[in-house]
């Protein structure tokens, strides 16, 4: 069993930031990826930013230059810097990692931006 908790969510104005983290606890022997999704009303979650054990960083469009995913190996927790936040970024934040090729997700945490 793996748990994620997800933390560093809240309301914030537009142009401001939040730091998200999540920290993955359990039956853990390698983290092959880890990474943050979001989900706004009526819309799909969607992938923001992920990186894997490697190091490698993907982000999505909307969010590069403003926005920095790190880990912490040693903790197996993976951080969101997200700057400059918009209103339409406004959703649920999900942690997200892949072990052994099984995903596991977080319970979600609110960001919400207000105008």
């Known amino acids: 069993q793996v748990q994620l908790v997800e933390s560093g969510g809240g309301l914030v104005q537009a142009g401001g930031s939040l730091r998200l983290s999540c920290a993955a606890s359990?039956?853990?022997?390698?983290?092959?990826?880890m990474g943050w999704y979001r989900q706004a009303p009526g819309k799909q979650r969607a992938l923001v930013a992920s990186?894997?054990?490697?190091?490698?960083?993907n982000y999505v469009d909307s969010v590069k230059g403003r926005f920095t995913i790190s880990r912490d190996n040693t903790k197996n927790t993976v951080y969101l810097q997200m700057n400059s936040l918009h209103p339409e970024e406004t959703a649920v934040y999900y942690c997200?990692?892949?072990?052994?090729?099984?995903?596991?997700w977080g319970q979600g945490t609110q960001v919400t931006v207000s105008s």
């Open positions: 359990g039956t853990i022997l390698s983290i092959s990826s």
């Open positions: 997200s990692v892949l072990i052994g090729g099984s995903r596991y």
């Open positions: 990186i894997t054990s490697g190091g490698f960083i």
